[in-house]
């Protein structure tokens, strides 16, 4: 198993399938990257950090660069969003 795998198999299970997707999705996008647990959070390494994800109680936190949170701002306006993040809501 890899450190991301553990990670979401140690999750609560109400949060296991929105982490298994997101892992899922980064992994076709990354495959590349080497996978790690930075930050306690599930984390795609290229050189340097790529993305950082986390399961909280009501929400996916996703953490990449500041730039893609800037670029995507009309698609993440339905998310809360800061300088690094996004919160993906479990129900959406």
């Known amino acids: 198993m890899t450190p991301i795998e553990v990670y979401i198999d140690n999750a609560p299970e109400e949060q296991q399938d929105k982490l298994k997707q997101m892992y899922a999705i980064l992994k076709d996008e ?3 990257a080497t996978e790690k647990i930075s930050y306690a959070m599930p984390t795609f390494y290229m050189d340097e950090n790529v993305v ?3 399961g909280f109680k009501k929400h996916l936190g996703f953490y990449p660069t500041p730039s893609a949170v ?3 701002t009309d698609e993440l306006k339905p998310y ?3 300088k690094g993040a ?3 809501p479990y129900d959406q």
Do not use: G, M
Request: hydrophobic share 45%; glycine share 0%; charged share 20%.
């Open 30 to 32: 990354l495959p590349e």
């Open 52 to 54: 950082h994800f986390a």
């Open 70 to 72: 800037l670029k995507f």
């Open 80 to 82: 809360k969003t800061s």
């Open 86 to 88: 996004i919160q993906f």
